[in-house]
């Protein structure tokens, strides 16, 4: 076996030899790095293109595919991205609150290099949008939900220090946009703006979603702030509807309801119910539409559970949970309760028609 091994070998070195004679000599093979080396910004407020072109004096290895390795990250992150690649151009999202560096050099396959891996020296870039204004300037708290899987609403408080004639503008793009829009539905507070209506957005979920909001001002400058998130992971659904409760065997409890309205697949809720008994509460969740439950006393009056939605792991990766539904209630009636209705309520209804009669009467 081991015999065999090592004739493959010589046979392979054998075969680079006369294949890649020419290359090699006593000194070192080197290959340059690539040229051009840029990261451009296409104005869509976060996904920035990286492209280059081939290192210079690559005819000794004409009969190679050579290939990039690019590395990069925002400014003050930890970890570096890595790809390999045999294009001029790749691109990715930023945060371009931030500034953006990245390297690359070229790789030699090991069959062009003598069986030895040989790379480049590294070309580097930066890029950084030139920042405006002071930080105080920046809008505050911005939250943006995607209610029941159809309308995006951003909201944010102006920054510090804002005057009469500022005001903030948002800017979005996402995949499919040609160029980054304005909002066009401002939510205004005093003719300042402070949030933004989307309109329907095609195609927007599972893709990254960029938003930008800066100001004008006629005194002095305002600092843009950007955001990025993909519209599924900020779901906000309507609660469930038409719930009920109904005893299926003397100490089973099985509570139902229907599924919020809208667009989102049946899959993709789990829910969360709070059931109350008597005194006690407790919470459980669910990816079904009902729950069954078993009572700890035979003569618990009250049963009553609210119950909440929000997408589950197979449709996203986070989510926010639905407001809680109206409670809703089977109320135990038994011997002790029904003798004590009866003892109270016949009289009372009967003095209540006597009541009626009379007044009538007198009238
Ligand atoms: C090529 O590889 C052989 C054996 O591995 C080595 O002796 C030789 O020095 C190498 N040549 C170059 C140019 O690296
Ligand atoms: C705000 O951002 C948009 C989109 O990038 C840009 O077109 C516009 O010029 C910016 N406005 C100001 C005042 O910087
Ligand atoms: C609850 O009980 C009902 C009737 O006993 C049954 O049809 C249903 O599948 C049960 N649901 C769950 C979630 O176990
Ligand atoms: C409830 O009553 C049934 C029969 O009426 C009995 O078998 C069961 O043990 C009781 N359960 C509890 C929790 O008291």
Sequence with gaps: MAFICL??????????YT???????DTEINVNPPQDFQIVDPGYLGCLY??????????D???????????????????????ITKNLHYKDGFDLNKGIEAKIHTLLPRKCANGSKVQSSWSEATYRIPPQGNPETKIQDMDCIYYNWEYLLCSWKAGMGVRLDDNYNLFYWYEGLDHALQCVDYIKVKGKNIGCRFPYLKSADYTDFYICVNGSSESKPIRASYFSFQLQNIVKPLPPEHLSVTMTS????NMKWSLP????PPKCFIYEIEFTEDDITWVTTTVENQANITRTTNDSRQ?????????????ADDGIWSEWTEENCWKGIN?????????????????SVLVFLMSYLIL
Excluded: H
């Design 19 to 25: 294949a890649f004679g020419y290359a090699l000599s």
């Design 303 to 315: 049963l009553c559970f609210i119950v909440r939605s929000k997408l589950n792991i197979y449709c």
């Design 50 to 59: 990286f492209q280059w072109q081939p290192p210079l004096s690559l005819d």
């Design 250 to 253: 003397p100490n089973e409890i």
């Design 261 to 264: 309205r809208g667009p989102i």
């Design 335 to 351: 011997d002790r309760w029904k003798k004590i209705l009866m003892f109270f309520m016949l009289p009372l209804g009967f003095a």
């Design 61 to 83: 290895f004409k009969e190679c595919t050579i290939e990039y390795e690019l590395k990069y990250r925002n400014i003050g992150s930890e970890i570096w991205k890595t790809i």
């Design 7 to 16: 004739d493959i070998r010589c046979l392979c070195i054998f075969f680079m």
